[in-house]
């Protein structure tokens, strides 16, 4: 994981500054789209690239869960 990490917090810090106005469905195709070309450019990314496996845990994402956060990914990459 501490090879990725470069990669997946660059496309981390491009997720929150440009994909917040964007619907789920336009997000995930950005995503995947960013995961390509960094691959192309032999920078290393997950393969599974999220923005919540990046930056919140799973206990943090469960705490959200039940303080009333719906758990869909959108609203969590919100969080």
Request: glycine fraction near 8%.
């Amino acid at each position: 994981k501490m090879l990725l990490l470069v990669g997946d917090v660059f496309l981390a810090s491009a997720a929150i500054s440009y994909m917040g106005a964007f619907t789920g469905v336009y997000r995930t195709e950005l995503s995947t789209n960013w995961v390509a070309r960094c691959r192309q450019l032999d920078i290393p990314v997950s393969p599974t690239f999220s923005l919540q496996g990046t930056l919140a845990s799973p206990v943090e994402v469960r705490e959200w869960a039940l303080q009333g956060l719906p758990t869909d990914a959108l609203s969590v990459d919100n969080g």
